[in-house]
């Protein structure tokens, strides 16, 4: 685990032990690293980090507070995979199968159990992919977007999905990031609002109730997501392979 993933965690431990609530102010950056034992600079990398996942919120000159669950901070038990698919890119598939044959069910089940709260959070995460998608800004575009898969995970309301999907977190986000990059960076405006027309259909269908419609809308979308990163990654090798063949020296 690296030493950010290790001090937000003891932060979090930390403010479970108080039994903090959402909304409360937690101690000055001083007090704070003094009981955790670890240097400020690593406690701010740790709240930043934290900030990005929406647990925590600083404002400027009033201090950082708890913004959202702690539980939601997902957990690093799937760690070692991370490390798997930054030496093999080609594990992001098996991510994606089985994305599929969890986030299928999840959503059908959210469609089902959904409550009035779990509907604001999908709503919330999906209004707030769409604006940074607007502004083009890949990396909090592609959170976002792992938040509102993780809120459809939550609002299923069983509990060893919604803990399996918190771990799987970071490689979802590796996934969501890649093919957002393409969409974003590279500016596919078709591909954007396909993937806008995705998301918006997989909500509406959790908010009216439509299980069948929910777990097939996730399919379509995930589907999708496979595609656009093969073609990548074959256009990629292809171009790999013109510079090989073009470079100096090389004969046929």
């Not at 030493?3 to 609530?21: C, F, K, P, T, Y």
């Not at 934290?50 to 000159?61: A, E, F, K, Q, V």
């Not at 709503?123 to 959170?143: G, N, P, W």
Request: proline residues 3%; aromatic residues 2%; positive net charge.
């Amino acid at each position: 685990m690296r030493l950010s993933d290790h001090v937000a965690e003891q932060l979090l431990a930390l403010i479970r032990a108080r039994g903090m609530a959402r909304g409360e102010r937690l101690p000055a950056e001083r007090s704070l690293a003094a009981s955790l034992g670890v240097s400020r600079a690593s406690l701010r990398t740790a709240i930043q980090k934290l900030s990005g996942h929406g647990i925590l919120s600083t404002r400027i000159g009033a201090g950082t507070f708890l913004h959202a669950d702690v539980e939601a901070w997902p957990q690093p038990s799937l760690s070692p995979l991370a490390a798997l698919m930054l030496h093999d890119p080609m594990y992001r598939y098996d991510v994606l199968e089985t994305r599929r044959a969890l986030e299928g069910s999840a959503a059908a089940h959210a469609a089902l159990r959904a409550s009035a709260r779990d509907k604001d959070n999908i709503r919330r995460c999906f209004d707030q992919m769409v604006e940074h998608q607007q502004r083009k800004d890949a990396t909090l575009s592609a959170r976002a977007d792992a938040r509102f898969h993780l809120a459809i995970a939550e609002a299923s309301h069983n509990l060893v999905l919604i803990q399996v999907m918190r771990s799987l977190f970071d490689l979802v986000l590796s996934t969501v990031a890649r093919s957002r990059h393409a969409m974003l960076v590279h500016d596919h405006p078709r591909r954007q609002d396909r993937l806008n027309a995705q998301h918006g259909a997989l909500m509406r269908s959790i908010l009216d109730g439509r299980a069948d419609e929910a777990r097939a809308a996730m399919g379509e979308h995930l589907d999708h997501v496979h595609a656009t990163l093969k073609k990548l990654d074959e256009d990629a090798a292809r171009q790999d392979r013109s510079l090989r063949l073009t470079s100096p020296g090389h004969s046929l």
